[in-house]
Structures are given as structure tokens and as C-alpha cells.
Nanobody
């Protein structure tokens, strides 16, 4: 019954912002590091960002460092990805994940949310 429901994707212009949310259920959310992965058309599934169980430490892909911020609210079983200064190369389907091994795209637990950055 693990479920990860991503939302917040959409169309943004270069330089714009989006905030993704992931609502989790079916497991003890606070016991897991959480993260975001993405898959662009024709490309591999890559780590975007990870956050530790209480949100005190984060990790980012070099490609998004300084532009994206991952956060979590354990009381709401939700993890977020604030995306600023968006670039066309950020276009991808974004998946939320429990940090257990490699990213999986598509996820067996959630549907992902599409982010498109274009003029």
C-alpha cells in the first residue's frame, strides 16, 4: 500500500519557478530519507535531490545545485521540491522516492509529475 502522489508540475518559462509536492502513505514516512528523481525524454532516470529523515541534510545533483531546494514536513507526510531559475533541460517527469537504492523511473509507487520548461 505504499503510495507516493506527486503534484505541482506543469509548464514554466525559462527562469520561472515551480513547486512540486509528494504526498506519501503506506509506510512510516519519518523513518526514510526521501528524494526526487527525474527522467527526461530519451535519457536515464537520475537523482535530483535527497533529504534525510528529519530534513537536516540535503544532497543535490550538480545540474540543479543552487536552483532547487528539497524540503519535507514529516507531520504532513510530504516532501517538496522548490524549483527556481528553471531551464529547458529541467524538462522531465519528476518522481518522488524513498531513498533505497537507485532511482526508478517510472516509479512503482507513484505516477510522477510532468515538468515542461519552454518559451
Amino acid at each position: 500500500q505504499v503510495q507516493l502522489v506527486e503534484s505541482g508540475g506543469g509548464l514554466a518559462q525559462p527562469g520561472g519557478s515551480l513547486r512540486l509536492s509528494c504526498s506519501a502513505s503506506g509506510f512510516t514516512f519519518s523513518n526514510y530519507a526521501m528524494g526526487w528523481c527525474r527522467q527526461a525524454p530519451g535519457k536515464e532516470c537520475d537523482v535530483v535531490a535527497d533529504i534525510t529523515t528529519r530534513g537536516f541534510s540535503t544532497n543535490y545533483a550538480d545540474s540543479v545545485k543552487g536552483r532547487f531546494t528539497i524540503s519535507r514536513d514529516n507531520a504532513k507526510n510530504t516532501v517538496y521540491l522548490q524549483m527556481n531559475s528553471l531551464k529547458p533541460e529541467d524538462t522531465a517527469v519528476y518522481f518522488c522516492r524513498r531513498v533505497i537504492g537507485k532511482c526508478g523511473c517510472p516509479s512503482e509507487w507513484g505516477r510522477g509529475t510532468q515538468v515542461t520548461v519552454s518559451s
